[in-house]
Every structure is written in C-alpha cells, then in structure tokens.
C-alpha cells in the first residue's frame, strides 16, 4: 500500500501571498489530519477532516483552513502568509481518525513552507 | 487536559549502549500512547503503540516501551543502540473523544556516537 504523500514538498513564498498544500491519505483512510511543526512550538494540531467535514479544530487563526474531497485526499489553504508560518507541515491520514483513541496516524513526508 | 512531558531534550549514547528516553503524561482518560520517530527531513514513523492491552509493548527495530499508570510513564528502551537510531523521538497521548487530536511531547534528540 502506497503511504501518504503531500505536494509540494517545498515552497517558498512571500509575506501576504496564500498557499495551498495537498496530502493523499492512504488508500482506504477517512481521516486526514494537518500539523505544523516549527523549532520553537513543536507539533501542533491543526484541524481533522473526516468523510469531507472539519471534525477538530486546533487553535490557529481563521488564515489556516482546509478540505476534504469525496476520495479523502485533503489541502490546507493558508492566506496572508506571514514570517512565523514558515514550518514543516505534516499531514496524517487514519481510517477512524479522532474518534477512536486506538486508531493510528500514518504520517507523511511534510511540505516545507519558507516566507520570505 | 492531556499532556506529555519529555524529560530529556537530547541523549547521547555510545553505538551498543541501551537506549532510554523518558516520557511522562498527563490525562484525564485512560490515555492511549505512542512513540513516533523522525529522522532528518523525513516525516514521523510510528515504533509503537499502548492502548490498555498489554502494558509492555514491543515496537519496531527492538524498541519497546512500558506503561506505568502508577508513575504515569510511558519511557521507550532499547537495549543495544544502533548509528542508523539517531534521529529525534516524540511521545504522544490521545484520549480520542472530543478533542481527538494526538498531543505531542518536546522531543527527544537521540544522538548515538560511534
């Protein structure tokens, strides 16, 4: 089974453009959840999609948002980037997702967003 | 609220010393735990899992961990370390329910000297 892939793996913008990244769950998963990693936060939870609704939700701003399609594949959108958003973003795909503690998250390779 | 605390933020080991990196959690809920690892550039991989079966739970590439609810812990070991095990641990508990993400620990550096 292929794992979760993310495109692109990376990307440089500047302060005030929007990006959007996807992620490919693994075949089979309905859950994608979406974290960014930087040096000084660690992980953090960003938001789980689930058959197409935002199920979680972190505390990020209103610039980072996402979806799900009908074949589970996710993008986050982040808009009016600044400075501080440059992080790895990684995303996870699970067949339950945050409804059932026992579920695994598989991870993928992360995308890394530098703001110039 | 769930929380994890990772008590060391590097560990340096000699190739073929055993390995301990220490977790402590916080939890409201009978928690579920993991180790994920990260190498350089690289997402995270799961080594292993606790979910209220068997306390000692085995994971990849011999490393395996022990919940303690008593001390709540949950520290990952390994006895012999190898070169390619350098690359930096997470803990990480999720209770599932409302908040169902997976919170995660500081990390770990793990570097391992030849």
């Known amino acids: 089974k292929a794992g979760v892939t993310q495109t692109p793996r990376y990307l440089i913008k500047t302060r005030g453009q929007q990006v959007t990244l996807s992620c490919s769950p693994i075949?089979?998963?309905?859950?994608v959840s979406w974290y960014q990693q930087t040096p000084g936060q660690g992980l953090q939870f960003l938001f789980e999609?689930?058959?197409?609704?935002?199920?979680n939700k972190g505390n990020f701003p209103g610039r980072f948002s996402g979806r799900q399609f009908s074949n589970s594949r996710s993008e986050m959108n982040v808009s009016t980037l600044e400075l501080g958003d440059s992080a790895l973003y990684l995303c996870?795909?699970?067949?339950?997702?945050?409804?059932?503690?026992?579920?695994?998250?598989?991870f993928g390779p992360g995308t890394r967003l530098t703001v110039l | 609220a769930q929380s994890v605390t990772q008590l060391d933020s590097h560990v340096s080991v000699s190739e073929g010393t055993p390995v301990l990196l220490r977790c402590n959690y916080s939890?409201?809920?009978?928690?579920?735990l993991f180790w994920y690892v990260q190498h350089p550039n690289k997402g995270l991989q799961l080594l292993l899992k606790?979910?209220?079966?068997?306390?000692l739970v085995k994971g990849i590439n011999g490393f395996e961990a022990e919940f303690k609810k008593s001390e709540t812990s949950f520290h990952l070991t390994k006895p012999s370390a190898h070169m390619s095990d350098a690359a930096e641990y997470f803990c990480?508990?999720?209770?599932?329910?409302?908040?169902?993400?997976?919170?995660f620990g500081k990390g770990t550096k793990l570097s391992v000297k030849p």
């Open positions: 606790y979910t209220s079966a068997a306390t």
């Open positions: 075949s089979g998963h309905r859950s």
């Open positions: 990480v508990v999720s209770d599932g329910g409302s908040q169902g993400n997976l919170i």
């Open positions: 996870a795909s699970s067949l339950a997702g945050g409804s059932s503690k026992t579920d695994t998250q598989y």
């Open positions: 999609y689930f058959s197409e609704t935002q199920r």
């Open positions: 939890s409201s809920y009978s928690p579920s």
